[in-house]
């Protein structure tokens, strides 16, 4: 499992990563592409922010119905042309005083976080 801060945070018991939507790559620059002995051609990501390979005849298919092909753990650093999003695997176990790592959930390239004084703790989740 990597341990790239910047595609996964661990410091606090929720576990939160990044997750890249594969049909966004559809376009993309650093998509490489290889036809397989099968004759199926599948694509991947050059810069490595996800380790996948993937049928691109899927692929496409989930773009043209208009359906995400599900989210693929980032390896490293998403960039900003990456349709990602951070997924917490376990959001019930969120500390009283909320995300330690506001930091984590930037958008990649850049963006902004708001910092809100909170003077009673989150209700427990249900
Ligand atoms: S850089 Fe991002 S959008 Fe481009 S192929 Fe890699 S994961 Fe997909
Ligand atoms: S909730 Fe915040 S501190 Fe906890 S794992 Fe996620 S990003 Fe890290």
Do not use: K
């Amino acid at each position: 499992m990597s341990t790239d801060r910047a595609a996964s945070c661990r410091r606090c018991r929720v576990y939160c990563d990044w997750l890249v939507e594969p049909t966004g790559c559809l376009g993309c620059p650093r998509l490489y592409a290889y036809d397989a002995a099968s004759g199926r051609r599948y694509v991947g990501c050059v810069a490595r922010v996800h380790a996948a390979e993937i049928d691109l005849e899927a692929l496409e298919r989930c773009q043209q119905e208009g359906r995400r092909f599900g989210g693929i753990r980032c390896a490293s650093r998403p960039l900003p042309i990456c349709s990602v999003v951070v997924e917490a695997a376990y959001p019930q176990r969120l500390p009283e005083i909320g995300c330690v790592n506001p930091e984590f959930h930037e958008p990649p390239g850049g963006g902004t976080f708001v910092i809100t004084r909170r003077d009673h703790p989150l209700p427990p989740a249900v």
